[in-house]
């Protein structure tokens, strides 16, 4: 069997599926030359991890298509010095992006047998600065907000109030809303008591569920 070269599947996959589409962040198109994202898949999916599309992770849980992070690590305007928070670790992709430009990212994911493959993961990469923890992330994460920035990696109905509650003024929250089908991808930006809203396009992603979620069937 020949050797799949992940490293310029990597490349690739930023110049065909990253820049090509209009991502321009430096920082953003760094990390996703450097995370190897072929490690946060089974390795009988290894060879299409920078394929363009989402892959199943176990759980019925999904890693989310490489554009997609990348365009909602872009939306979130990151500097390089935040504290940040994640909703839905699943693989722990998209927090080693996050934690490859911002100073830590606390992420929280529901299901408990995800949270201790992706940490072992993170681990292994040398990620120590991403802090998971099990449980409802429709709550936030009260005792380390408030956060500069919030990504949320599922689908809610309706924007989780802690969210917004727990958002440093000035700081940005990107969430799909919407139903089960699609969402809105959504960018809110806090400015005092005000929460100003725009939208990034049509996505799909699995539901997030939890007290400010849908509902466990
Ligand atoms: N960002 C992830 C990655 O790079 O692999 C993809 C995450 S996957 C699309 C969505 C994740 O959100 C799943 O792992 C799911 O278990 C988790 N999730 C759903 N509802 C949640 C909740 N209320 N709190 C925390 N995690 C939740």
Partial sequence: MVKMDFEQARNRMVEHQIIARGISDPL????MRKVPRHLFVDEGLRSRAYDDYPLPISYGQTISQPYIVALMTEALNLKGNEKFLEIGTGSGYQSAVLAEIVDTVYSVERI????????????SLGYHNV???VGDGTYGWKDKAPFDGILVTAAAPSIPEP?????KDGGRLIIPVGDVFSQDLILVVREGNR????????????KLIGAFGWKEE
């Fill in 28 to 31: 953003v198109i760094k990390a």
């Fill in 112 to 123: 408990p047998g995800l949270a201790k493959k992706s940490r072992e993961i993170l681990d």
């Fill in 131 to 133: 802090i998971i923890k």
């Fill in 163 to 167: 969210l917004l509650e727990q958002l």
């Fill in 195 to 206: 929460f100003k809203k725009s939208s990034y396009g049509g996505v799909r992603f699995v």
